[in-house]
């Protein structure tokens, strides 16, 4: 194999990984919201748990309703979590096939290089 052909084939491969490296930054970041978000959704639903037990006072029927519609208030971060969990995973199982997807194109493309490069011309 010609020194040239070599070099080429050498400086693909780098152009290739950081390539790599520059589409896969953002992806650890959207694997950790996808996997703690559903955990900060059910701790702003126990709070609202401790904040609507906490504010009953009074009859026991109004205290009753009051506890209800605190409760039922208390889920919405909950389904919030799991909103934001589900979104960051779908986009980041997406993104990773992507990046799968380009890494296998662009090995061969490596591959097929030297074959390109030897033609004469």
């Known amino acids: 194999m010609n020194w040239r052909v070599k070099l ?3 400086a693909a491969e780098r152009s290739a990984t950081a390539v ?18 559903a ?9 609202g748990i401790f904040n609507s037990f906490s504010g009953a006072t009074g009859e026991k029927t109004t205290m ?7 409760l039922s208030e208390a889920t919405w971060p909950t389904a ?3 909103a934001v969990a ?13 990046l799968a997807d380009m890494d296998a194109e662009m090995r ?4 097929e290089l ?8």
């Open 8 to 10: 080429a084939l050498h």
């Open 39 to 47: 955990f900060v959704g059910v701790f702003g639903n126990l709070l």
């Open 108 to 111: 061969d493309a490596i591959i």
């Open 80 to 82: 919030f979590g799991l």
């Open 86 to 98: 589900v979104t960051a995973l779908l986009g980041y199982r997406y993104f990773t096939g992507r």
């Open 114 to 121: 030297p074959a390109y490069l030897q033609v004469p011309l």
């Open 20 to 37: 790599h490296q520059e589409m896969a930054r953002g992806l650890s970041g959207l694997a950790t919201v996808g996997a703690t978000a």
């Open 64 to 70: 009753m309703a009051a506890i209800a519609r605190s």
